[in-house]
């Protein structure tokens, strides 16, 4: 079944990133203290703030994905996105106190220290999550998953930083500054990107309004599913993670029956049932003099 593989996919995903990102987090927090950078250590709590969303990643999975309860009709599926704004939130003070980290370090005028190692270490990390990054990204676009892309984001960033501060230290002994305004840049890219994933994750939560693609989407199914339809209005989506409720309303001519009209309601649920795997409620009413 397609939501058994996006479970497995989901917890995948989770469970490699969060073995490499601990081997990576590992070595740049002991290579940052080794060498007493600051935005190395900054860099490698990046690292473990990814983590901290794998485990939510698999968490969520494993939540979302639990049969429904008297509690909750619907199933647990939004189990992923309130596990990602706690995530987002505790990742966005982390990026402050490090932010504050690294200006008291900017203000003692402490340089980095040059070291190949640290160079090589730092390029190969910052090429492995680019790689982890792609790797999720695809299985996000693939499943739908907007906690698999969001992991996928951040391993993206961490790469990122990661090159960044390999060029620091390459160059950081004749600029005396570069290590403290580097973890300065790699705090507030922190910081952005957990108000990111608050924000959207909020929205998703308090329910978006569907894009004018979808409404096309979803009325060209039910005019082919029921041609007796005149009129498609009033359609809200809810999504509960895998599980997406879609409720409708359509005009039928007055002159049906009462049962034509339920096998012309129930043609239409079965229908995005089969091409779009939501559960749909289509509520009849008799179409208006004036339309």
Not at 198 to 205: A, G, P
Not at 259 to 264: C, G, L, R, V
Not at 269 to 273: F, P
């Given at each position: 079944?397609c ?9 995948r995903?989770g469970?490699?990133?969060?073995s490499?990102?601990?081997?990576l987090?590992l ?13 190395v250590?900054?860099?490698a ?7 901290v969303?794998?485990v939510v990643?698999v ?7 639990r ?16 596990g990602a704004?706690v ?7 982390a990026?402050?106190e ?5 200006y008291?370090k900017?203000?003692?005028?402490e340089a980095l220290?040059?070291s ?19 790797w ?10 907007q906690s698999i ?7 993206r960033?961490?790469a990122?930083?990661?090159g960044?501060l390999a060029?620091g230290?390459?160059?950081g ?8 305004v580097l ?8 910081i ?5 994933i ?8 308090l ?5 004018k693609?979808?409404?096309?989407v979803?009325t060209d199914?039910v005019?082919?599913?029921a ?10 989506v809810?999504r509960?993670?895998?599980h997406v ?10 002159e049906?029956?009462l ?6 309601a129930?043609s239409v ?5 089969e091409k779009l795997?939501?559960?749909?409620t289509?509520?009849?009413e ?5 339309d």
């Open positions: 079944m939501s058994d593989r996006r479970r497995t996919a989901g917890l995903e469970f490699i990133s969060i490499i990102n601990t081997l987090f070595a740049k927090y002991y290579l940052g203290v080794s060498h007493n950078s600051i935005a250590v900054a860099d709590v990046h690292t473990l703030s990814d983590i969303t794998s990643v968490v969520g999975f494993w939540v979302a994905y049969p429904p309860d008297h509690e909750h009709p619907f199933g647990h599926g939004r189990a992923e996105q309130i704004i995530v987002g939130t505790l990742l966005g003070v990026g402050f490090f932010l504050m980290s690294s008291g900017l203000m003692s005028r220290t040059f190949w190692f640290l160079i090589v270490v730092l390029l190969f990390s910052s090429v492995v999550k680019e790689l982890l990054a792609r999720a990204l695809r299985l996000g676009r693939m499943y739908s998953s892309a969001g992991d996928a984001w951040h391993h960033s961490d990122i930083a990661t960044l060029v230290v390459l160059i002994s004749d600029y005396w500054w570069l290590d403290g973890g300065m840049m790699i705090s507030v890219l922190i952005l990107t957990s108000i990111e608050v924000l959207s994750t909020s929205r998703e939560l329910g978006l309004s569907l894009s693609k979808d409404v096309d979803i199914l005019k082919g599913a041609p007796l339809i005149k009129d498609v209005h009033h359609i809200h809810h509960y993670g895998d409720e879609v409720s409708l309303h359509v005009r039928l001519p007055r049906i029956s049962d034509e009209a339920h096998k012309n129930d649920e079965r229908t995005i049932r795997g939501w559960e749909a289509v509520h009849v008799p179409v208006r003099g004036e």
